[in-house]
């Protein structure tokens, strides 16, 4: 079935680096969705990208889709504490709205 | 506006009872879906819900059923609760292709 893989698994980082993480599907998706899930919390809708080599960015935040409109990564600049959290891509599953969400992502960040 | 909602926010049951867990989504949102959050992954489709009918389903057994009711809440059951099925249950609500989650309902099944 369709799988969506993301590494790193977990990244620990100093307040002020960068981190990013890579999302890789083993189907071609129509559009790819970022959400955050805070430690305790529910993931939060971050953005959805749709157009093949499509780059949003949002403040420190830049995400990108790949031309093949299988991968994907989020970009954190100048991580901050509040950034701390999960964080998980998701596809759609063939042309239904099911999502099949990625492994994730944990980053930690250090002050 | 209120988020989608859940309840309970905890619950605790042992093996083979069965439970219900309920969302209400976003007003004006007709689409309901249902995922499985175990510790330290992602969120596992289980059921969506579109207008009162099934518009998908996950690989979970027969015990996982769920349904919507005409003011597009919705309610997800399982019985002969195993082990395995402790998570953490999130409802999610769409008007069109990204979803709110609600904050979920952490099951623990002794």
């Known amino acids: 079935g369709q799988q969506v893989m993301q590494i790193p698994q977990y990244q620990h980082v100093q307040e002020g680096e960068d981190f990013t993480t890579y999302c890789n599907s083993s189907?071609?998706?129509?559009?790819i969705q970022w959400y955050k899930q805070r430690p305790g919390g529910h993931p939060v809708f971050l953005i959805q990208?749709?157009?093949?080599?499509e780059v949003k960015k949002q403040k420190r935040l830049t995400f990108q889709f790949g031309e093949a409109k299988k991968n994907s990564s989020l970009h954190i600049t100048a991580t901050q504490t509040t950034d701390v959290g999960t964080y998980f891509c998701?596809?759609?599953?063939?042309?239904?709205?099911?999502?099949?969400f990625g492994t994730g992502t944990l980053l930690a960040v250090q002050p | 506006d209120a988020g989608v909602t859940q309840s309970p926010t905890h619950l605790i049951k042992t093996r083979g009872q069965h439970v219900t867990l309920r969302c209400s989504p976003i007003?004006?949102?007709?689409?309901v879906s249902w995922y499985q959050q175990v510790l330290g992954q992602g969120p596992q489709f289980i059921f969506q819900?579109?207008?009162?009918?099934?518009?998908g389903r996950g690989n979970f057994p027969d015990r996982f059923s769920a349904r919507q009711f005409p003011n597009y809440s919705s309610e997800l059951n399982v019985n002969a609760l195993l082990l395995g099925d402790s998570a953490l249950y999130l409802c999610?609500?769409?008007?069109?292709?990204?979803?709110?989650f609600g904050p979920g309902t952490r099951l623990t099944v002794l």
């Open positions: 999610a609500s769409s008007y069109s292709v990204w979803q709110f």
């Open positions: 189907t071609t998706l129509s559009n």
């Open positions: 990208l749709v157009k093949s080599g």
């Open positions: 998701a596809g759609p599953a063939g042309a239904t709205n099911k999502l099949i």
């Open positions: 007003s004006g949102h007709k689409s």
């Open positions: 819900y579109y207008e009162k009918e099934e518009r």
